[in-house]
């Protein structure tokens, strides 16, 4: 069974920081390619970082600079560090996991998170 625990999330000021992590479980960790996504109220959802399973990343033009994606394959753990954090990084964050095997496309979300930045 495959599962994703969510965490970090809450709320922070404008300026600060916060780290979500995903501890995931059901899958071969290390052969995924690890995300997070977002979803602020009344948009689309949008990608924010990934890193791939051999350790290449990819930010949002929105989040480059400010946010840092990390995958530890021995915890199964995939972090996004948050820094200088905006009123419009508010929504739930989502962590993903996707294996594209040729056969097959393994794609598999977490419930979310919600962060919040306000004064």
């Known amino acids: 069974q495959v599962q994703f625990v969510e965490s970090g999330g809450g709320l922070v000021q404008p300026g600060g920081s916060l780290r979500l992590s995903c501890a995931a479980s059901?899958?071969?960790?290390?052969?995924?390619?690890m995300g997070w996504y977002r979803q602020a109220p009344g948009k689309q959802r949008e990608l924010v970082a990934r890193?791939?399973?051999?350790?290449?990343?990819f930010y949002a033009d929105s989040v480059k600079g400010r946010f840092i994606i990390s995958r530890d394959n021995a915890k199964n753990t995939v972090d996004l560090q948050m820094n200088s954090l905006k009123p419009e990084d508010t929504a739930v964050y989502y962590c993903?996991?996707?294996?594209?095997?040729?056969?097959?496309?393994?794609?598999?979300w977490g419930q979310g998170t919600q962060v919040t930045v306000s004064s």
């Open positions: 993903t996991a996707v294996r594209n095997t040729g056969a097959a496309l393994y794609d598999y």
């Open positions: 059901g899958i071969m960790f290390r052969a995924y390619a």
């Open positions: 890193i791939t399973s051999g350790g290449s990343t």
